[in-house]
Structure formats: structure tokens, C-alpha cells
């Protein structure tokens, strides 16, 4: 067992295994290109390593470039944006093959193809030595792979896991216990803050509620709640990026935990899709997603008793408190168009006493 950062990493595959399916991968090329003069092009950081031993054990003609592609800080995995090494010069009318450490849905693989989309290479393959089959999106054909492994998180030979890790000769897996990460959704006096802190004791989850977390950056002045205090001060929304960086630290800090509540993020689709990205960066994911249901007369007298102790206006105006829950309506109808396309989308009955909507909510979270 070794420790990267935060996280734990167990014996995966051992030296002469990797070595055995970099050689079944050389074999194989090698069958059809060493009467040609190839050009491999590796994809840094990951498949140093890889395209390293690749060479050894390719003992034909050929040639080696390097391309290196980059995202958005804080956003990991969610979108290639830029090319930082370009594309090798002399590739017009010459057969190029692609040397990925490893295939998983095929983010990365799908902006490799577009930067080959308006060159005049001979042909174009793919060869990849870790491929994920059981999550790969199946856009492109994978023309050459070295082992098809299971959809787990791996550091060594290349792979990182925040910048550790790529110089192991043996490739790990994470050792990680069984996470539960929900995000709660619920109209105004729906509950949400009562259940929440139940799923929290019941389930050792940690609550992230997007409006905390805003408020404890800004006020305790950080890097972060400094930058969104700037947007917020000129009345821009925050971007998004600014809003996951908060969750990921909030997120880091807490690794005891078994698992996360998110309430109040996402907001929309785009949220959603950012979140989504996030956790698979850190091999985690959303398991479910639950609407706490209620009938809204019943929501409105909720909030008018709340009114009278909390003192917050718009939860002493009738006309407020329908306008709020029309913006809700509005937003969180294409999240769960989003969420139930994935089958995690639920909706629980939210009227009753405390312990019977607890009771539903077990019952999700149990079959989970």
C-alpha cells in the first residue's frame, strides 16, 4: 500500500505485466506498419513512460513526436481547451499513430481527433496501452490497446493522481471504501436543511451547502471568496470554475468522510456537467439525486411560521415566497431531465412528520 496526498493506493498490476502488454501492443503495430516509417506521437504528461518502452520494443523504422494538451485550472477533466505542444510539421501523407497511456470516455481522445481533423495524414490510429471499454463512449475506434482494465482510478507508469505517482514502475489502484455522494434539491420550506443534517449523522456524509461555503470564503477573506466577492460587488454571477474550486477544497478537506450532500450546486446543466467532472477527476461520482416533493400551499404556511421566528422577509410575503419557488421550478426541471437520463433522479414525498420523510429517504439511500 502507498499514500499519494489524501488517498490510499494498492498493487494493480505489476512491472512485468505492463511491460508484457507495452510488447503485445509493439507486436502488434509492428505487424502492420514495419515496411512504412510511422510517426508515433505521444500524449504528454501521462504516457512518458509508455511511448519510453514502446520504442524499445518496436525495432523498426520510425519516428516520435509529442503533444501535450491543457484544461482549465480547478476544472479537471472538464474540457480540453488548448494544445500547448503542437502538432509535429511533416506529417502530411504519413500513417501517425496516437500512443495514450489510457482510454477511458474518450474527453481527451475526442480533441486528439480534432487536432488531426484538418491534416493530410496517410491514416490515422489510436493505440492506447490502459483502456477502459466499460466507460468509454465508443465515438472513435480503438485500433491497438494493451490491457482492457476495469473503470478504477490508477496512478504509476505515467499516471498521476495530483502531480504523484508517474514515476512508479508498477501501476496502483485506489483503495477506496464505498462513497455515497448525493445532491439534495428541494423548494424553499421543503425541509432540506432538517433531512440533510439526518443523512449527515445517519451516513457520516459531509454537508456541502454552496451558500455556506460562499459565506465562510468570503468572510474569512480567502483567495477564493476574495475573487467571488469581486464579482458579486459588480453584480456578474460567479463563474462556475470559482464556485467548484470552493466545493473541491471543501471536498479535499474532508477525507474522513464517507461521502458528500451537495445543496444548492448544481443550479443548471452546465453545474451539473462541471460537478460531474470534478468527482470523476477524483474517481468518485454522483450515486443519486433527491427531490425532497411538496405540495406548495403546504410549503407556503411552512415558511410563513418560519417567518415569524426567523424574521427573514421573504419568508413573510406570499408573493415572494411563489416567486422563489417559480424560479426553482424553472431551473431544476432540466436538471432532472439531466439526472434521470443517468437513472439517478428520485423524488420523495416531503409532507409528513420529520421521521417519515427520514424514513423515505433511508429507503433511497439504502438501495443505493
Known sequence: MIRLHDKYF????NEKEIQQAVKGIADKIAADYKDQTPIFVGVLNGSFMFVSDFLKAYQHPCEVSFVKL?????????????????LPDNIEGRSVIILEDIIDTGRTLKELVHLFANTNVKEFKIASLFYKSEVYNGEYAIDYFGLDIPDRFIVGYGLDYNEL??????VYQLNQKYMINLVLFGKPGAGKGTQAQFLKEKYNLKHISTGDVF??????NTELGTLAKSYIDKG???????????????????????????????RTVAQAEALDNFLESKDMKINATVAL???????????????????????????????????????????????????KFHSVNGIGTITEITERLTKVVDGL
Open 10 to 13: 494498492k498493487p494493480f498490476l
Open 70 to 86: 491543457g484544461s482549465y485550472q480547478g476544472l479537471t477533466s472538464t474540457g480540453i481547451v488548448e494544445t500547448l505542444l503542437d
Open 165 to 170: 505517482g508517474r514515476n512508479l514502475k508498477e
Open 215 to 220: 459565506r465562510y470564503n468570503i468572510k474569512n
Open 236 to 266: 456578474d454571477l460567479v463563474p462556475d470554475e470559482v464556485t467548484i474550486k470552493m466545493l473541491e477544497d471543501e471536498v479535499n478537506k474532508n477525507p474522513e468522510a464517507d461521502g458528500f450532500i451537495f445543496d444548492g450546486f448544481p
Open 293 to 343: 416533493d411538496a405540495n406548495d400551499e403546504v410549503l407556503i404556511a411552512r415558511l410563513l411560521e418560519r417567518g415569524k421566528v426567523s424574521g427573514r422577509s421573504d419568508d413573510q410575503d406570499v408573493d415572494k415566497i411563489r416567486n422563489r419557488f417559480d424560479e426553482y421550478n424553472q431551473k431544476t426541471a432540466p436538471l432532472q431531465d439531466y439526472y434521470q437520463e443517468q437513472h
